[in-house]
């Protein structure tokens, strides 16, 4: 399933891969520098109303957004794998713990460690057009 958007429609792309996930707590983001991951995930979270500042967590390898749902506050893990040389890596460093938490998990660059990823990931790629457009699309492997 593919989709083509403008920067301005985020919201709507948020919406329309909230959807898609249904019950899915996995997310791997896959796309080169500027696609617009950090800035999906963004677009993420404010959908649920998370409070936190979200921003790319390159240097701190993972950071944690709350939301509310009926007066309680759940985690969601924005991972990134960028600056991990591999799999052992990522897990000394808590990613596999994370994604199999049951939180809610986005991960930038999971081509790292592929093999670390939960069955029933979702795989969301984004690529940036000539006209300025980012194409998204989802695969389930």
Same mark, same amino acid.
């Given at each position: ?8 429609? &985020? #919201? @709507?792309? *948020? ?13 791997? +983001? =896959? ?30 390898? &993972? #950071? @944690?957004? *709350? ?13 990134? +794998? =960028? ?59």
């Amino acid at each position: 399933m593919q989709k083509t958007f403008s920067e301005p429609e &985020i #919201n @709507e792309i *948020a919406i329309w891969l909230w959807q898609q996930m249904a019950e899915r707590k996995v997310v791997a +983001l =896959y796309g080169e520098m500027g696609t617009g991951k950090t800035t999906l995930v963004h677009a993420l979270c404010n959908h649920l109303g998370v409070q936190d500042t979200v921003g790319s967590p390159t240097f701190s390898i &993972i #950071n @944690e957004y *709350a939301f509310e749902v009926e007066g309680s506050s759940h985690p969601i893990f924005h991972i990134d +794998l =960028y600056r991990l040389k591999d799999e052992e890596e990522a897990v000394r460093t808590g990613v596999e713990d994370t994604l199999y938490s049951g939180a809610i998990c986005f991960a930038e660059w999971p081509e790292v460690a592929p093999e670390i990823f939960p069955e029933g990931t979702l795989h969301v790629f984004l690529t940036l057009a000539e006209d300025g457009k980012r194409s998204i699309e989802i695969q389930e492997k």
